[in-house]
């Protein structure tokens, strides 16, 4: 206790009346008894002030260790939570590193494949120059025509939009399209006459050895389907599964309308060249009934724009 406390306590104690005059050295026992009853009061209200310091100190050392635990209890949670930090961050490195390795990977798989790929395609291009020589040894003027269509159809591709790659994909398979005719007798192929029941039934053959002979290679898939369907129609009057309209791959569509037109303005054994602007309306009136009306349309476009004359003077020249 300290002393204004002390102070405090003394100054409350209840004091007793002024004692009675006594003469120096007559002192009673009443004096005494109020003497002892007030230390005696003293004495309880310091032990209780005492004991109401000692709670109170208690109760703030309680409050202090709890406050001290809850300060001990948050710091292993951060403890903990540190640690689960650092181990969610070293599975993410983990998990980085392993995505880095899968991903140098898969560009490493992927270059393999553009390798693979462009050896498919350059191999795929020479077994198509080699069919185009074995059907050029058996039509000599075949060679001409699969150039001129491989150009018509390119031209009409990129003219109606499609990727470059796609112009080139049809282009290339295009020169297929007739590859089926291998198979097919000379008297027939060099026929001056127009051909029988029996001998057309003959040469529509050609659409399906021609699929047949490609194969089931992924890189002929547009040439297969050319070479089964450049001779259907578009109102499904064709051969030799009478589809129709879009049922018909676009590339045979496409086809169709460059073979056809070449078929007609050139010479053949049975009969004279047409005139271009005579193949060209004849194209035109098959719009919606044997071709592909937007194929047709693409195609006028370039025969008005000078492009067709442009294919036929070039081909003339490489062939000469």
């Known amino acids: 206790m300290d002393g204004e406390a002390a102070k405090q306590m003394v100054e409350s104690v209840e004091v007793s009346p002024a004692l009675p005059h006594l003469p120096p050295g007559q002192v009673g026992p009443d004096v005494f008894r109020q003497l002892l009853k007030q230390a005696v009061r003293v004495a309880d209200l310091a032990n209780a002030q005492a004991t109401r310091m000692a709670v109170d100190f208690a109760e703030v050392y309680k409050r202090e260790q709890r406050a001290r635990e809850e300060v001990d209890a948050n710091l292993r949670q951060m403890s903990l939570m540190e640690k689960q930090a650092t181990r969610y961050a070293e599975d993410l490195a983990q998990m980085l590193r392993g995505e880095r390795e899968r991903r140098l990977e898969l560009e490493r798989a992927l270059d393999h494949e553009r390798i693979a790929n462009e050896e498919l395609r350059r191999t795929g291009l020479q077994g198509i120059s080699h069919l185009l020589l074995a059907a050029t040894i058996k039509d000599q003027t075949t060679g001409s025509h699969l150039l001129r269509v491989r150009r018509y159809v390119e031209a009409i591709a990129d003219r109606l939009g499609m990727p470059v790659e796609v112009v080139e994909e049809f282009g290339y398979s295009s020169v297929m399209h007739d590859v089926g005719k291998i198979h097919t007798p000379d ?53 030799p599964d009478g589809k129709c309209g879009a049922d018909i ?60 004359d442009r294919i036929r003077a070039e081909v003339a020249a490489t062939a000469s």
């Open 187 to 239: 008297h027939i192929l060099q026929s001056e006459h127009h051909l029988s029941n029996d001998e057309f039934e003959v040469i529509k053959q050609h659409c399906i050895d021609g699929e047949t002979m490609l194969g089931e290679a992924r890189f002929f898939e547009t040439a297969r389907a050319i070479a089964r369907e450049h001779h259907e129609r578009w109102d499904g009057k064709g051969y």
């Open 249 to 308: 791959s676009l590339a045979a569509r496409i086809v169709s309308v460059a073979d056809v037109f070449d078929a007609l303005t050139s010479k053949r054994p049975y009969k004279e060249a047409w005139p271009i602007d005579a193949g060209l309306a004849s194209v035109e009136a098959g719009a919606g009934k044997q071709f592909d009306p937007d194929v047709v349309a693409a195609f006028r476009s370039l025969a008005k724009d000078g492009t067709i």
